[in-house]
């Protein structure tokens, strides 16, 4: 994985960014494609979209398999023909999938916490 890749997922709240894949080399070559498909994404008005899930999304579905020898021009196709439904497929079966963050937590503290009885004044 090329520095740049480990320094954007490093921290990075993403849906899925545990192991390497064989074209992460290819990530910083990919950056204005990927930004193209994001912007191209915030104009039809999906809000913002980070370029780690984008990449996410690509490197565990649509090159779920290997493929030795690919073109810097295939991986570009295959950017630019991500579908929005495709993706947002992906994102919620990612979120689904993603740990709930009020297991630990009992019914009468997320009452209080949802609820908040004292008086603001």
Known sequence: ??????????????????????????FH????TLQSKIEEFTV???GTIEKVDLWAFLTQKKWKTYKEGIRIYE?????LSVKIGDYMNFATVEAYKAP?????????????????????N
Do not use: C, Q, W
């Open 100 to 120: 709930d963050l009020f297991s630990e937590i009992d019914s009468k503290e997320l009452e209080d916490l949802l609820h908040n009885t004292e008086d603001s």
């Open 1 to 26: 994985m090329t520095s740049y890749l480990r320094t954007s997922l490093k921290g990075a709240n993403t849906m899925n960014a545990k192991r390497e894949h064989p074209y992460d080399s290819y």
């Open 75 to 79: 991986l570009v196709s295959d950017i």
């Open 44 to 46: 039809l008005g999906y």
């Open 29 to 32: 070559i990919l950056d204005p």
